[in-house]
């Protein structure tokens, strides 16, 4: 390994301040607040999904409760940086802030250690900080032993309980707690943050490369880092589109657009040889089955919407290519098929399934006059038999600018 070694973009680039954290405000706003107000709770608990900044935001939190620095010998909401609490609290060495992963230490015995530790007067700072992590993976003696500390907590003490399962953790330790739920993060937030961290390490991305990590990591921030991690191994010059998908070693692009020809075809061989040549190639089929579905949500979203390059975010020659193949599908035809993919990805409860269904609803509530189903027909033709179509005439208006 080279002497200088080479360090994960996430832990390069982690917040070390509150407004270096991205897509959380909501959050750090209200921690600042409490912090400059002086009305600190003794117990949090950081709810959300893996790697949107739970533990980085307990660590800030943790330097702000502690940095030597600070006016007035008190908490301030913005640490230092440089002071020995600062730094070693960032290096997560610090040995008043005692970081306890809860699946490794979830039995009684463990939280015991705690409570007996915990009465002892931090020997640096002003805190003693326990941030335990995923939380829900202790036992329920484990459990019942943190509420007697969280119950009579000592002044020093400050506990932040993190956790991706929320629903795991009793109510009572709940209610003795401060509830902070994390949020998924923004396409557009995660973009600008991946072009932030290529500028100060000189190096740049296409937006489409860009973008295209955003949506693969599906609004966690520490996956987006790590996929551009990846990148910039394998890159030697500027990220593109492609690039993205060769080193994560996703179906590539083209073979969409074929499928999408065989079904346009009817041409079902050729399909079962994409999906041959998927499987030969040694891809993910769930995530094939889920790149199908986002392919035709974006033709969905083509077929109708005008502004359809802001919402793709694809190269233009891939741009045009779908806008081709999505006017020989009518709108209730890939309305039918992103609801068909979206139900067989639906069991792996994925964020692009739960889009899609709603896009798909709103898109069928606002066409539905548009283009009528031939169920409709069906129905109104049989209404008309029973001379009763003037009151289902009402809610059915004749399509005002039918596409
Ligand atoms: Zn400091």
Known sequence: MAAEQYMAIARKWRPQAFDDVVGQKHITRTLTNAIASGRIHHAFLFIGSRGIGKTTTARILAK??????????????????ECDNCVSIAAGNNIDVIEIDGASN???EDVRE??????????????????????????TSAFNALLKTLEEPPAH????LATTEAHKIPATIISRCQRYDFRRVAINEIVSLLKNILAKERLTATD???YAIARIAEGGVRDAESILDELITYCDREITFQDVFDVLGLVAWQSFHDLCDAMLTSNVARQLEIIEEVVAAGKDLSQFAEDILRYFRNLLVCR???????????PEAEIEAMNTRAKKFTVVKLIKLVEQFAELVNGFDSQIAQRTALETLLIRVSRV????SLDTVMEKLLLLGKGGIAAAGDEAAPPPNPR
Do not use: W
């Not at 705690?114 to 202790?138: C, T």
């Not at 109708?304 to 694809?314: F, M, P």
């Not at 006059?369 to 009528?372: G, K, L, P, S």
């Open 369 to 372: 006059d548009a283009e009528i």
């Open 208 to 210: 489409e490369a860009l």
């Open 106 to 108: 979830n039995k009684v």
């Open 64 to 81: 702000a409760l502690n940095c030597t620095n600070a006016e007035g010998d008190a908490p301030t909401v913005s640490p230092c940086g």
């Open 114 to 139: 705690i409570r007996e530790n915990v009465g002892m007067v931090p020997s640096s700072s002003r805190y003693k900080v326990y941030i335990i992590d995923e939380v829900h993976q202790l036992s």
């Open 157 to 160: 003490a400050i506990f932040v």
């Open 304 to 314: 109708t919407a005008d502004s359809s390059e802001i919402l793709l975010r694809l």
